[in-house]
């Protein structure tokens, strides 16, 4: 007679097994908040290198705001944020850049034009690392964009969220305790020195 422990052991080692393969094989569903891009921005304050930024962007959620930053940091246009700065620094709050025409906070451009309309508010201000459009009113988005130090849900509704800071969370606490101005303005150039895409 066959040991039924023995026999419990052994069906057990074949459930095992076919749930071991069946996951190896088995490929995750594909999630609306999944990154469809990635960037990088490597970070000076002046003479320093502070390090690199790397951020995923939710292109099946916010397309058209994500084509906008994604060709501004590859350059594709023939401008973008390639050696521009963040010209507004507010600790327990943001960094904001993106102005690369006037870079004091007046400026910048999208690919579309000046500015263009908000596209959704779906994805809300959670935490630190979140990327956001920055504006001057409803419809107003250009290139500007902040990225949270902290959760800031009472701009949720009035700024379009469209990527999540992936890598470089100590890079981006060392950004916001720079030496600022009376404005904000960090009194080095707090630049981006070098922008790209990187592989998803």
Same mark, same amino acid.
């Given at each position: 007679?066959q040991d039924?422990s023995?026999?419990?052991?052994e069906e ?5 097994d076919?749930?071991?393969n069946?996951?190896e094989k ?8 999944d990154?469809t891009?990635q ?6 304050s ?6 690199r930024?790397v951020i995923g962007?939710y292109?099946?959620i ?5 084509e906008?930053?994604y060709?501004l ?5 023939g ?5 521009s700065?963040?010209h507004?620094? &507010?600790?327990?709050? #943001?960094?904001q ?6 870079r !004091?906070?007046?400026?910048?451009k999208s +690919?579309?034009g ?7 508010f ?6 630190p690392g979140y990327?956001s459009?920055?504006n001057s009113?409803?419809?107003t988005?250009g290139s500007q964009?902040f990225?949270?130090?902290v959760?800031?849900?009472?701009l949720?509704?009035?700024h379009?969220?469209f990527?999540?800071l992936i890598?470089?969370?100590? &890079?981006l606490?060392k #950004?916001?305790l ?5 404005r904000? !303005?960090?009194?080095k150039?707090?630049? +981006?020195?070098d ?5 998803v």
């Amino acid at each position: 007679m066959q040991d039924p422990s023995n026999k419990s052991a052994e069906e057990s080692k074949v459930k095992l097994d076919f749930n071991v393969n069946h996951a190896e094989k088995a490929s995750p569903p594909k999630s609306e908040t999944d990154f469809t891009h990635q960037v990088y921005f490597d970070i000076t304050s002046g003479d320093e290198k502070l390090g690199r930024l790397v951020i995923g962007l939710y292109g099946n959620i916010v397309p058209k705001t994500v084509e906008n930053f994604y060709n501004l940091t590859t350059g594709s246009n023939g401008f973008g944020y390639k050696n521009s700065i963040f010209h507004r620094v &507010i600790n327990n709050f #943001m960094v904001q850049g993106g102005d690369f025409t006037n870079r !004091d906070g007046t400026g910048g451009k999208s +690919i579309y034009g000046v500015k263009f309309p908000d596209e959704n508010f779906k994805l809300k201000h959670l935490g630190p690392g979140y990327l956001s459009m920055a504006n001057s009113g409803p419809d107003t988005n250009g290139s500007q964009f902040f990225i949270t130090t902290v959760k800031t849900n009472w701009l949720d509704g009035h700024h379009v969220v469209f990527g999540k800071l992936i890598d470089g969370m100590e &890079i981006l606490m060392k #950004m916001q305790l720079v030496e600022v101005g009376r404005r904000d !303005d960090p009194m080095k150039p707090l630049k +981006i020195a070098d922008c790209g895409a990187i592989a998803v």
